[in-house]
């Protein structure tokens, strides 16, 4: 559920073939646009934008610590082009920065923002500090608020392009808080709200503003690290199974896609089902 995405400014290309405006693979649901997707480092990240390059689209992948140069290359592998962007999401200018820089790479054009990034440290309420506080809700809701209102400079412009898309990665933990989890289910709450809010501020300007709130999503080794709780949600899950990155990827995709032309300030649900399932 939580994803990285601190890190320091600047950006560079990585595994381009050919210079000149990037592409996607030429053919899918998302062929010839061009996104960002925060946090590609992490595992929820690499899904998201495996599966727009897939669908066509030309892919800024921002990072933090996790170098995301393998990504690039397996972009290439399907066809598609991609850069590697840097940028520290808590603060302001560097968000702003990253988002004109994935615009600039993209011919003057970028059409959709997928706010990924994020961090999910365990904090006690009762001891929890302002600054551990602020920690989590500056990296989840303060970056996206920025990354948002970036994007919607540049996408605004694109009267004949339709304006563009930008997707939250919120969480189910936004309406079902969980034990040391205060800072990061309140922040996730807020995301779901600023979604709804741009949606309705940004609509006039062509941008369709929404959300996706994933459920566990599965990564190596999350069994060993933690048994009781993988155990709890396979009892759970209507499905039956954790969920995996490409699950949230397909949402994102179906969101900044035609196909969701009409949809904006929705919170599209992606948990296999266990928010269906009955608490008393």
């Known amino acids: 559920m939580g994803e990285e995405g601190v890190g320091e400014g600047g950006g560079e290309e990585e595994g381009a073939e050919e210079e000149g405006r990037p592409r996607g693979t030429g053919d899918g649901l998302l062929a010839g646009q061009v996104a960002l997707v925060t946090g590609a480092g992490g595992g929820i990240g690499r899904g998201i934008a495996l599966r727009f390059a897939e669908e066509g689209a030309a892919v800024a992948l921002h990072h933090r610590t996790r170098g995301v140069g393998e990504l690039v290359e397996r972009v290439r592998d399907l066809g598609g082009r991609a850069v590697a962007l840097h940028a520290d999401l808590r603060d302001e200018d560097a968000c702003r920065r990253l988002v004109h820089e994935a615009a600039e790479w993209g011919g003057g054009r970028l059409t959709a923002l997928v706010n990924n990034a994020g961090v999910q440290p365990t904090r006690a309420l009762p001891g929890m500090t302002l600054a551990q506080w602020r920690e989590v809700v500056d990296m989840h809701l303060s970056s996206v608020f920025?990354?948002?209102?970036?994007?919607?400079?540049?996408?605004?412009?694109?009267?004949?392009?339709?304006?563009?898309?930008?997707?939250?990665?919120?969480?189910?933990?936004?309406?079902?808080?969980?034990?040391?989890?205060?800072?990061?289910?309140?922040?996730?709450?807020?995301?779901?709200?600023?979604?709804?809010?741009?949606?309705?501020?940004?609509?006039?300007?062509g941008l369709r503003v929404n959300t996706v709130s994933p459920g566990l999503i599965g990564r190596d080794g999350l069994a060993e690290d933690w048994p009781d709780g993988v155990r709890r949600w396979r009892e759970a899950v209507p499905t039956g199974r954790l969920g995996r990155p490409e699950d949230v990827g397909d949402a994102c995709v179906f969101l900044a896609s035609p196909l969701a032309s009409w949809v904006t300030g929705h919170d599209l649900v992606v948990d296999g089902g266990v928010s269906a399932r009955p608490t008393w």
């Open 146 to 205: 920025t990354c948002t209102q970036a994007a919607a400079e540049v996408m605004g412009t694109h009267r004949g392009g339709g304006g563009g898309s930008v997707t939250h990665i919120a969480s189910i933990e936004a309406g079902n808080p969980a034990a040391l989890h205060a800072h990061y289910s309140a922040a996730k709450a807020a995301v779901v709200m600023h979604a709804r809010s741009a949606a309705l501020e940004y609509g006039p300007y």
